[in-house]
């Protein structure tokens, strides 16, 4: 039983104990969202497409310093799910 409880706390919990499920967005992610909505008011063509690349480049950072350095396994596993969406949308 305790086994399956320190998974739990692995799964939630920060090292000091806190639920962690969200937290404020890092650089990574203001980035990522300020270019994808700047490129959303511009019309198609080279600014637009170098707009989409900073911003799947942002997220890639992002979701692979979640996956190395995520406070808890949630997040480790949310950055994974992330970087593999992103795979699958490239590859499609």
Not at 9 to 27: A, F, R, S
Not at 80 to 85: F, G, N, S, T
Request: hydrophobic share 60%; charged share 15%; aromatic share 16%.
């Amino acid at each position: 039983m305790q086994k399956l409880q320190d998974f739990w706390d692995k799964t939630w919990k920060d090292p000091e104990g806190k639920i962690v499920l969200w937290q404020w967005p890092n650089v990574w992610l203001i980035i990522w969202m300020i270019a994808l909505m700047i490129s959303w008011f511009l019309p198609p063509g080279d600014l637009t497409n170098t707009l989409g690349l900073i911003s799947f480049v942002a997220l890639v950072v992002w979701a692979l310093l979640e996956i190395f350095k995520g406070v808890n396994y949630f997040r480790r596993s949310l950055g994974l799910a992330i970087l593999v969406m992103l795979i699958v949308n490239r590859l499609h």
